[in-house]
T-cell receptor, first 113, second 113 residues
Framework: KAGVTQTPRYLIKTRGQQVTLSCSPISGHRSVSWYQQTPGQGLQFLFEYFSETQRNKGNFPGRFSGRQFSNSRSEMNVSTLELGDSALYLC????????????FGPGTRLTVL | DQQVKQNSPSLSVQEGRISILNCDYTNSMFDYFLWYKKYPAEGPTFLISISSIKDKNEDGRFTVFLNKSAKHLSLHIVPSQPGDSAVYFCAATGNTGGFKTIFGAGTRLFVKA
């Protein structure tokens, strides 16, 4: 099976702009979770989608949003970018049951100037 | 509120010796714990997990120990190899009000040849 893919791999934006990141899960996986990784902070949970519904949400401002399509592909959007949004954004897919192992993509490195 | 804590940002071990990575958690509702390994420029990959009904799980050179009363788990790698040099994330999940997985900040392991 193909692994989790994320596009683009690298992105440079300026403050105030918006960005959309894409994630294609492993075939058959219905759950997609998004994480933000910054140095010293580990992986901060953003949100999780299952069957096109947001099932859980982390403690991020409303500028961070996402959606999931019927084919389980997911997008994450960040509006009004701030310098502090510079991070590695990771997407993970799983079959969708609690405790399932998550399979991560390589991430999108976002730099906000 | 960090529910999963990895208090050692880094650990250096000689090749062939034991590596012990520690993790503490605060939420007693967690019932499944996982360790992920991450190399630079790649997403985390699943390493080993343990259910809260067990106190030990072993897979080859990797063993995870869980002490529920202390809310503490550890990952033992024996013998350590240079290829084990990576960042190790402890994660926890359970019926905490959703299906999100909470990650620690990570411990960077250096295995010296």
């Amino acid at each position: 099976k193909a692994g989790v893919t994320q596009t683009p791999r690298y992105l440079i934006k300026t403050r105030g702009q918006q960005v959309t990141l894409s994630c294609s899960p492993i075939s058959g996986h219905r759950s997609v979770s998004w994480y933000q990784q910054t140095p010293g902070q580990g992986l901060q949970f953003l949100f999780e989608y299952f069957s096109e519904t947001q099932r859980n949400k982390g403690n991020f401002p409303g500028r961070f949003s996402g959606r999931q399509f019927s084919n389980s592909r997911s997008e994450m959007n960040v509006s009004t970018l701030e310098l502090g949004d510079s991070a590695l954004y990771l997407c993970a897919s799983s079959p969708g049951l609690a405790g399932d192992t998550q399979y991560f993509g390589p991430g999108t490195r976002l730099t906000v100037l | 509120d960090q529910q999963v804590k990895q208090n050692s940002p880094s650990l250096s071990v000689q090749e062939g010796r034991i590596s012990i990575l520690n993790c503490d958690y605060t939420n007693s509702m967690f019932d499944y714990f996982l360790w992920y390994k991450k190399y630079p420029a790649e997403g985390p990959t699943f390493l080993i997990s343990i259910s809260s009904i067990k106190d030990k799980n072993e897979d080859g050179r990797f063993t995870v120990f869980l002490n529920k009363s202390a809310k503490h788990l550890s990952l033992h790698i024996v013998p350590s190899q240079p290829g084990d040099s990576a960042v190790y994330f402890c994660a926890a999940t359970g019926n905490t009000g959703g299906f999100k997985t909470i990650f620690g900040a990570g411990t960077r392991l250096f295995v010296k040849a």
